[in-house]
């Protein structure tokens, strides 16, 4: 392996695409964002990468010589023989072979994934799940979302799809509908989006609790909000955080219990809520799966933020170079 | 790859152990079946193997230069590093090197893994699975055991415990208790016992069934009756199929979505129900589904019944030799 190398990172997104080179022990060297050109169905997209590289390397005073690959992140669906996407809506693009043309655009080998598979490598390489192979990672942001490591691999199932925890099953009878049309999926309960409504829903017969005072100086509240008053033990706040960690360490544990994975990494904005979120999701989890299961489990939090996506695509271009 | 070799599969369980001759097409040669003796610990176990083995060979006229190795399935827990068993309540053996004694008994190279994990292989070779790399094996018999296959490898854990499916909850309010000590596991709705306990249980509610004449006459239902009298559109038959097939369906679906296997391949007794199993299966995985992964999804019976085992012992030692 050549050393003093870089990867690229590239996490594209509907509005920035974030960026970074990261060298061979999976340190970010400079990181930067540029805006993702929606225009003309997103056909500018890696045109404006490969410029934007080669505007940092020479701000840098290094050569292309410098990078041995390029590791790409895309939301939506992907075909992982060929790296093209099957369908990214909020990009615009249609069976797009974007491996091909960001390949054409850079001159260096590229490997794509899909973005929370990505951030799940992440972690697993330079985060939270160092030196475990067997992984969950989920996301509460506004959504929730997943990705399933299995012997230091990715499972991508048949369509590209799988991982898509934020959408099993949680609450069977009178759940709220789902952005994906069904009801009582995992995210209407767990997310923050999902959080906030049950805290907002509740409140007219919580007059007692703090949350209603918070309410009606914000009229809103947030999801730190509910934890802060939970961490005040506020009885109608400790309510809505035990049933969403009942619901998510009942969901997580039937994983578990099918997976037997050794780290549970919980990432995104619900899981700054920390060791109020995290006790009573472990209490849950303990009395919800099998002993054996159990015991070869950890939960943490994610550890690199942001910065997760941009690591897995490193991760993944030096894995498919045989660096790793 | 030298032509017309045989593996040898062993499946290996409490009361017999089923072996077999196995070509590198997946072809059954011979079968047969010797007792397990259990005494001293099971001691005596790979030398009668491999006794009745060279036995077999003698018979059939080849030596055992016609033998490219042996494939192994062990009941319990296993450590696949080395193939020796953390325990094995049913045979008496903790931390046994299984894979060690075998190959000094055999003179053969041999790998060793799960029983359910190899049923599931060996479908996913010669079976119901045949040309899918992503699939869950179910298997519906007196308790309810699983293998997860991703990208053509069983999925192990950690601990060596995944596929536990069984054990997902099924009921999380008021269900019964199962062998592992917890409660409402899907174990306790979807075996053969559960289908025959809910059968029973609601029977005084329900005099107008046929099952309740059936019971009058048996003392006793089985799971034949259950499906059988749901066959004949008897209402308290086809509430109980409802139940099951809800439930079984509600766990299979959340997997699913995790993920996004190709194939859906249920085995073991309950399954020769067949279509008045899998149609009301089928239609409540498709409601609890999300549709991509539906529509991904093929819903198989099990097609190789007892040889499951043996076979999958044959493609193990092929993929170890990398014959395959």
Redesign the interface.
Known sequence: MEKNQWTVGVDLGGTSIKMAFINDEGRIIDKWEIPTDLSEKGRFITRDIAKSIEEKLEQKGETKDKLVGLGMGAPG?INFENGSIFEAVNIGWKNYPLQEKMEEAIGLPVAVDNDANLAALGEMWKGAGEG?K?LLCITLGTGVG?G?I??G?I???????????G???SI?DGGYTCN?G?KGCLETVASATGIRRLAIEGLEKHTESELYTVFQKQQDLTTKDVFDAARNQDAYALSIVDHVTYHLG??L???A??????KLVIGGGVSMAGETLLEPLDRHIKA?T?P??Y??LEIVRATLGNDAGVIGCAWLINKKLNRL
């Open positions: 669906f475990a067997d997943g399933v299995s012997n691999a499972i991508h199932g048949i369509g590209g799809m799988a991982g898509e925890i959408h099993i099953t069977t994906c069904r009942l969901a544990s039937n994983v219990i099918l997976l037997n994975f050794q919800l099998l054996g299961v015991q070869g």
